[in-house]
């Protein structure tokens, strides 16, 4: 009988936690950077794609790795820019996901040097139940943002009993930009168990200094959910999609009250494998799901962001099964359509047994022109891939060229 109640009460606190928080404040626009026209920038890598007419003169990217921390297992690498130019990066190592030994640690990048500085562990489990007052089982999914005020805001998953659905999401801040940080405090996204809550994608900014989180569950549905935040508190949320097959939700702010979410697709066998796709019109208050995004995803993650031109890429696995290949992709509003325009992985030609995964990429720009990315490299590396925004005007270029051939391969009889 006791197993019984104790079963009522979860699926209770379940179906609460699936609801509206009862208190609604008022919400506030999305806060949208001003951006370029997109035909300056098209015209901008005309004119670079003339003057750099030899292959040699093609602007390349640049990688390196994240700094080895000596851990077997590296995964969920994320970044934001600093007050100084550098970026800040954060992941988690041990001796495999979700074990008791995993850490969150961190690195800078200095861009003159274009090198990390050795790592330093952010938070680990122990920290972490310290810090909280409850038992910790294990840490994971760190993704930092900026406060109003300058601070900077880490966000990281914790789980006290069970698998990643029985997470919860706490908050550490730092007045230094990641040099110290304060003690954590339990982010409360639902009554009663608080239970399945992670994020993994960058935070949105509201004109009043609250930020939009993309957040999801995975205990009896696998569903996106926004959450408002304010400081460290949740002071509303609304779903973003329904039922077990979207998770991680990706949002682009289109303008002040409309924004997109793309999803990491978890859809049983026999329905598409493409991303899921949601819209809102009322800067997050009500989302309603709209068609796929025709691009394979093979139930890993994706991320993408807006440059300051307006134009928009995406790193992911265009694959519909395994995360053996990752491709750049870029799309303008003239261009209408998304383009692959680096291949960035691809163990395709090796035996199936050989194939590295390539998985969890996170972008940020630092200046509004380049970008940054890092992603898990086999489990066992960060990889660090910077584009300058000469490369990236040269890629757009190469997009408009290749949607300029197909429209023209489809116009023929």
């Known amino acids: 009988m006791s197993h019984i109640v104790a079963l009522c009460f979860l699926l209770l606190a379940a179906v609460i936690g699936f609801l509206h928080i009862d208190s609604r404040p008022a919400w506030a626009p999305f806060?949208?950077?001003?951006?370029?026209?997109?035909?300056?920038?098209?015209?901008?890598?005309?004119?670079?794609?003339?003057?750099n007419s030899s292959k040699s003169a093609v602007p390349a990217s640049q990688f390196n790795w994240l700094p080895d921390t000596g851990a077997a297992s590296v995964h969920a690498a994320s970044l934001i820019a600093l007050k100084d130019g550098a970026v800040r990066a954060f992941w988690f190592a041990g001796s495999r996901e979700g074990a008791a030994d995993v850490s969150i640690y961190s690195s800078v990048y200095d861009p003159q040097s274009a090198n990390w500085s050795a790592p330093t562990a952010v938070m680990d489990r122990v920290?972490?139940?310290?810090?909280?007052?409850?038992?910790?089982?294990?840490?994971?999914?760190?993704?930092?943002?900026?406060?109003?005020?300058?601070?900077?805001?880490?966000?990281?998953?914790?789980?006290?009993?069970?698998?990643?659905?029985?997470?919860?999401?706490?908050a550490i801040t730092s007045d230094d930009d990641g040099l110290t940080w304060s003690n954590p405090r339990r982010l409360i996204g639902s009554p009663l168990l608080n239970l399945s809550t992670l994020v993994k994608s960058p935070s949105v900014m509201f004109t009043d200094g609250s930020l939009g989180v993309p957040a999801y569950h995975e205990w009896i549905g696998r569903f996106g959910e926004f959450?408002?935040?304010?400081?460290?508190?949740?002071?509303?949320?609304?779903?973003?999609?329904?039922?077990?097959?979207?998770?991680?939700?990706?949002?682009?702010?289109?303008?002040?009250?409309?924004?997109?979410?793309?999803?990491?697709?978890?859809?049983?066998?026999?329905?598409?494998?493409?991303?899921?796709?949601?819209?809102?019109?009322?800067?997050?208050?009500?989302?309603?799901?709209?068609?796929?995004?025709p691009i394979a995803n093979p139930n890993s993650a994706l991320t993408g962001l807006i440059l300051r031109n307006g134009v928009r890429i995406l790193v992911l696995n265009n694959i519909e099964a395994g995360r053996y290949r990752l491709v750049l992709l870029m799309s303008s509003s003239r261009l209408g359509k998304w383009q692959t325009v680096e291949v960035l992985e691809d163990d395709?030609?090796?035996?199936?047994?050989?194939?590295?995964?390539?998985?969890?990429?996170?972008?940020?720009?630092?200046?509004?022109?380049?970008?940054?990315?890092?992603?898990?490299?086999?489990?066992?590396?960060?990889?660090?891939?910077?584009?300058?925004?000469?490369?990236?005007?040269?890629?757009?270029?190469?997009?408009?060229?290749?949607?300029?051939?197909?429209?023209?391969?489809?116009?023929?009889?």
């Open 348 to 413: 395709e030609a090796l035996p199936e047994v050989q194939r590295k995964e390539f998985s969890y990429p996170y972008l940020i720009t630092v200046d509004g022109d380049d970008a940054h990315l890092v992603y898990t490299w086999d489990r066992k590396k960060i990889r660090h891939r910077y584009f300058s925004g000469a490369w990236l005007k040269r890629a757009l270029s190469k997009a408009q060229a290749l949607e300029t051939d197909a429209s023209g391969q489809e116009a023929k009889p």
């Open 127 to 170: 920290v972490a139940e310290k810090g909280l007052s409850r038992y910790i089982a294990k840490v994971g999914n760190p993704v930092p943002s900026r406060l109003p005020d300058g601070r900077l805001q880490l966000f990281f998953v914790t789980v006290s009993i069970g698998g990643w659905a029985g997470s919860s999401v706490s």
């Open 227 to 293: 959450l408002r935040v304010d400081a460290d508190k949740v002071i509303d949320k609304r779903r973003m999609s329904s039922g077990r097959s979207a998770i991680q939700p990706l949002v682009f702010v289109n303008d002040a009250q409309d924004a997109s979410a793309y999803f990491r697709q978890m859809r049983s066998s026999g329905l598409p494998k493409q991303i899921p796709v949601s819209q809102t019109q009322n800067t997050g208050q009500s989302w309603q799901s709209s068609a796929d995004l």
């Open 31 to 51: 806060a949208t950077p001003s951006l370029a026209p997109v035909d300056e920038v098209l015209d901008e890598a005309a004119t670079l794609k003339t003057k």
